[in-house]
């Protein structure tokens, strides 16, 4: 099953600046368990860019409950902002994953990101934090995939990246001490999440693809990948 959107952003002209995407932060694991919020606070963002873009992958462990992700927001120090969902947050898989992005021009370096739940997670929340910087204008195409046996079933998307794009994915894994292997996507981060596992991968070499992220016998996953391609007028 797999669910797909995409997105303009930006106006003008693109320079040919290839999109170049960095991993800034991988704060630690929220308890969720009984509110509806995780809070992640002085998150690095990287270095101020004029084409700044803040990504966060998110993953969450939220039992037999149907919990959405509600909002995601950033917080630079000018208020409390809302993000943009690029892929992800699904409706009927019993494991969570999902991207959110915002430009952001400002010259600050670090950030509160704020995650609110439509009802009480009941687990672990983790995000891991990406700057993505290149285009002026740019599309976003986001994809998900879920899998109830990730050793038989790995999760799949299928993505297209354009001259000078890249892409940003990441996974959440019931089985938090299962290492994950991706393919045709590089491995950026993979870590225990406490309640689950929590990978993430990247690449930004041209071409259709398709990815895919495994783990253990009858163990559930989902995946959240998002495209970031340049607008080349």
């Known amino acids: 099953m797999s669910f797909k959107v995409s997105q303009l952003n930006g106006f003008g002209a693109s320079s040919k600046l290839p999109v170049k995407i960095t991993q800034t932060a991988n704060p630690a694991t929220v308890d969720a368990s009984s509110t509806t919020t995780a809070t992640f606070s002085s998150v690095s963002i990287g270095e101020p860019s004029p084409t700044r873009i803040v990504a966060i992958c998110i993953t969450w462990n939220r039992g037999t409950n149907n919990v959405l992700v509600s909002s995601a927001t950033i917080n630079n120090g000018s208020g409390a902002v809302s993000m943009t969902l690029g892929a992800g947050n699904p409706s009927t898989s019993i494991r969570g994953s999902a991207i959110y992005y915002l430009d952001d021009k400002s010259s600050s370096t670090t950030a509160t990101f ?61 089985g938090d001490t299962t290492a994950r292997t991706w393919t045709n996507i590089t491995e950026d981060l993979d870590v225990d999440a406490g309640d689950h596992r929590h990978s993430t991968a990247t690449t930004t070499t041209e071409g259709t693809v398709s990815i895919t992220c495994n783990g253990g016998s009858t163990e559930d996953g989902h995946l959240s990948v998002i495209v970031v391609n340049p607008v080349l007028i």
Request: charged letters at 10%; aromatic letters at 6%; hydrophobic letters at 40%.
């Open 114 to 174: 704020t995650i609110t739940y439509n009802t009480t997670v009941g687990g672990d929340v983790k995000i891991s934090v990406y700057s993505i910087t290149g285009p002026k204008s740019y599309t976003v195409t986001g994809a998900s995939d879920v899998s109830l046996d990730l050793l038989a079933d790995p999760l799949t998307a299928s993505i297209t990246v354009n001259n000078y794009g890249g892409a940003l994915a990441v996974m959440m894994g019931r």
